[in-house]
């Protein structure tokens, strides 16, 4: 498992919206891909190398609501320890008190103890930021075959320090999320397959699509 890294990753087209959760459309998942310079995976690190993807693929996804069954693809075409990742931003989460978490993972798919992951800033009551590593999927409480055969739903515990490094307190509220996939094929397949993004209980598919 990797050393938790937040970075800042601008993303094209990612949307600014009201921080308020009511208004649900405002929640989407924004794929993006990181590919570090050198040093910025720690010092002695050389710079990453362009291995990674992200987006939304038809037909790919859960068979549910969305006809088209867009499912997010993140993959890392190389080693752990190449300083790049793939993932996605969940834009118009600023300002909510974040009670539940987790995603759908295609069965066939990585699955492991560091990715894919969440990284979660929070502030506290009183203005401090903190950095959460949640999950990864290993980690969380999964529930095989669900919603259908071949995809498995998980959940993470955000007071249990198994599941979420450090816990995240009932009255903090979110910065920042950002799912994370860093774990090349030194750790298993080198991609992921996830769908139906669950944030406090609100399932989001391909962007703009609340289920």
């Known amino acids: 498992m990797k050393k ?3 970075v800042t990753i601008a993303v094209a087209g ?19 891909t990181f590919v570090g310079a050198a040093g910025d995976c720690g010092f002695g690190y050389p710079a990453g190398s362009n291995t ?13 609501v969305d006809k ?34 987790g ?12 990715a894919p992951r ?8 009183v203005g401090n930021s903190t950095g959460h590593y949640v999950g990864g999927c290993a980690n969380g409480t999964q529930t095989a075959d669900t919603p259908v055969p071949g ?10 320090p198994a599941q ?15 799912i994370v996939f860093d774990e090349g094929t030194d750790q298993g397949s080198g991609f992921a397959i996830l769908d139906n993004i669950d944030i406090n209980g609100k399932l989001l598919g391909k962007p703009g699509l609340i289920k």
Not at 78 to 87: E, K, R, V
Not at 164 to 178: C, K, L, R
């Open 103 to 114: 995603f759908d993972i295609r069965s066939d798919t990585h699955c492991g103890a560091g």
């Open 68 to 101: 088209t069954r867009q499912g997010l693809f993140l993959a890392k075409n190389g080693l752990t320890a190449d300083c790049s990742s793939a993932g996605a931003s969940v834009a118009g989460v600023a300002g909510i008190t974040l009670t539940e978490i």
């Open 52 to 64: 990674v993807i992200a987006a939304w693929q038809a037909h790919i996804g859960v068979p549910d």
């Open 14 to 32: 990612a949307l600014s919206v009201p921080s308020a959760f009511a208004a649900a459309t405002g929640l989407r998942v924004n794929p993006w």
């Open 164 to 178: 979420a490094f450090p816990t995240i307190a009932s009255g903090d509220t979110v910065q920042t999320i950002d």
């Open 4 to 6: 938790l890294t937040l």
């Open 151 to 160: 995809w498995t739903r998980v959940r993470i515990d955000l007071s249990n």
């Open 118 to 125: 969440f990284n979660v800033v929070t502030i506290d009551n």
